[in-house]
């Protein structure tokens, strides 16, 4: 039930992260770590936006603190939601027992022939009421609001037929208006080869050119159109083919690439003129600068790579050397069982060497972009969604620095407080 919106303010806040910057679009190179920071700053939010930034003595002074809610962040720092651009939480089931085969050194390949992995989670998907589904996505979704996440990307894919997907599309459309988080939805039926389609892979991506993408694009239900572009999944020359259908229904394409192995994902994300490209652990240097040239914005996920076990992460510093703007996700799945981008923060200056500015720049304003909202989310200005979250914390940095926990103290999404913490 969506709360009546009313004025507030916030004030003191020890460090107001801003995210504002003088570069136009997602943020490259140093602008990537521009925070904007305002010492002890204030938000004036009007009906849902942000109306006034600024140091708290100057947006004091314009308005009546008896007239408005008053957030008092002394101590405390402030900045925007925190934008989760690429997410598969829509489904039924677990895999706990094959994310510890595959730490026992089974491969991600290996599970998923042996009938498990994505394939499994479709069949339990599929059998699933609409209630449970909607049940445990909930759950997902509050969890993650209380981590400080304001706004989602949630993909189809575990339905894989033209029934299912459609009913994993209209699932997001009502998580949309029922749950206080944005969920941005994404068609992504070339998520795997079904089982009844195993040995016709050709007929499977005609299906979902000839039938899934039509019915998607009538329905109006999905902003973008994502292929898992691996081996034994679909090919560059197939996904190709899906994500320039999409176009014609007006999907922007995104891509799953180069996650185990480079074999022209990228190239195809170039092709298409893709928003995004998803992953990239494997992407040659010659390809990001190809990447970075045609405007695609690079979503690493760490804690995917983390989960495997893995000892490779993407190139990140090589990525930002090049100038491609970076965005983070949690890539929340049966296989990778995160919520928090809080934790994806600490990996990726862990694992992926960025700077903390870096991280949190990935985790808002370039994350927005990935998802097509970077003019109304992801920095602190006036005219923009009033995201606030309020973190119990003395400066940034604790936010890779104190892992494990969840720092975050309240949540303001448009403006209407959804979450405080209990003291
Ligand atoms: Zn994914």
């Known amino acids: 039930?969506?709360?009546?919106?009313?004025?507030?303010?916030?004030?003191?806040?020890?460090?107001?992260?801003?995210?504002?910057?003088?570069?136009?679009?997602?943020?490259?190179?140093?602008?990537?770590?521009?925070?904007?920071?305002?010492?002890?700053?204030?938000?004036?939010?009007?009906?849902?936006?942000?109306?006034?930034?600024?140091?708290?003595?100057?947006?004091?002074?314009?308005?009546?603190?008896?007239?408005?809610?008053?957030?008092?962040?002394?101590?405390?720092?402030?900045?925007?939601g925190f934008v989760d651009s690429h997410t598969h939480l829509l489904f039924s089931g677990h895999r706990e027992e094959e994310y510890f085969r595959r730490l026992q050194g089974a491969s991600y390949e290996e599970i998923q022939k042996s009938g498990g992995g994505i394939l499994r989670t479709v069949r339990e998907t599929r059998r699933a009421s609409r209630e449970e589904l909607l049940n445990n996505s909930i759950k997902i979704l509050d969890s993650m609001l209380t981590h400080g996440t304001t706004t989602v990307e949630i993909k189809s894919g575990y339905g894989l037929n033209t029934e299912n997907e459609l009913r994993l599309l209209s699932l997001c459309r009502e998580m949309n208006e029922k749950h206080g988080i944005e969920v941005v939805p994404t068609f992504c039926g070339a998520h795997a080869i079904p089982e009844e389609y195993q040995a016709k892979a050709d007929e499977y991506v005609s299906l979902i050119v000839n039938e899934m993408l039509p019915a998607v694009g009538r329905q109006g239900i999905a902003e973008f159109c994502d292929v898992y572009c691996e081996r034994g999944n679909f090919s560059p020359?197939?996904?190709?083919?899906?994500?320039?259908?999409?176009?014609?229904?007006?999907?922007?394409?995104?891509?799953?690439?180069?996650?185990?192995?480079?074999?022209?994902?990228?190239?195809?994300?170039?092709e298409v003129d893709a928003v995004s490209a998803d992953h990239l652990t494997k992407t040659p240097p010659n390809l990001i600068e190809r990447?970075?040239?045609?405007?695609?914005?690079?979503?690493?996920?760490?804690?995917?790579?983390?989960?495997?076990?893995?000892?490779?992460?993407?190139?990140?510093?090589?990525?930002?050397?090049?100038?491609?703007?970076?965005?983070?996700?949690?890539?929340l799945s049966p296989a990778c069982m995160?919520?928090?981008?809080?934790?994806?923060?600490?990996?990726?200056?862990?694992?992926?060497?960025?700077?903390?500015?870096?991280?949190?720049?990935?985790?808002?304003?370039?994350?927005?972009?990935?998802?097509?909202?970077?003019?109304?989310?992801?920095?602190?200005?006036?005219?923009?969604?009033?995201?606030?979250?309020?973190?119990?914390?003395?400066?940034?940095?604790?936010?890779?620095?104190?892992?494990?926990?969840?720092?975050?103290?309240?949540?303001?999404?448009r403006g209407i407080p959804l979450f405080k913490r209990a003291s």
Not at 243 to 268: C, N, W
Not at 298 to 313: I, K
Not at 368 to 376: D, F, I, P, S
């Open 1 to 80: 039930m969506k709360k009546i919106k009313s004025d507030l303010v916030v004030v003191h806040a020890k460090q107001l992260l801003t995210l504002q910057c003088r570069a136009k679009g997602a943020r490259s190179g140093s602008n990537m770590r521009e925070l904007g920071i305002i010492e002890d700053g204030a938000i004036y939010v009007k009906d849902g936006n942000i109306a006034a930034v600024g140091p708290t003595d100057e947006v004091a002074s314009k308005i009546d603190l008896s007239r408005v809610r008053v957030l008092d962040c002394s101590g405390k720092v402030a900045m925007p």
């Open 237 to 270: 020359h197939e996904a190709k083919r899906i994500l320039q259908a999409g176009k014609t229904y007006g999907l922007t394409p995104k891509i799953h690439a180069d996650a185990f192995e480079y074999r022209g994902a990228s190239d195809v994300a170039v």
């Open 291 to 331: 990447l970075a040239s045609a405007g695609v914005i690079g979503v690493l996920m760490p804690a995917f790579d983390f989960t495997l076990g893995s000892e490779t992460y993407a190139n990140a510093r090589g990525m930002i050397e090049r100038g491609l703007p970076l965005a983070l996700a949690t890539d």
């Open 338 to 413: 995160t919520e928090s981008m809080q934790l994806v923060i600490a990996l990726a200056c862990l694992k992926l060497r960025m700077t903390p500015e870096e991280a949190i720049t990935a985790a808002t304003v370039n994350s927005a972009y990935a998802l097509g909202r970077g003019e109304k989310v992801g920095t602190i200005e006036v005219g923009k969604q009033a995201d606030i979250i309020i973190l119990d914390i003395p400066n940034y940095r604790f936010i890779p620095y104190h892992f494990g926990v969840n720092l975050v103290e309240q949540v303001v999404k």
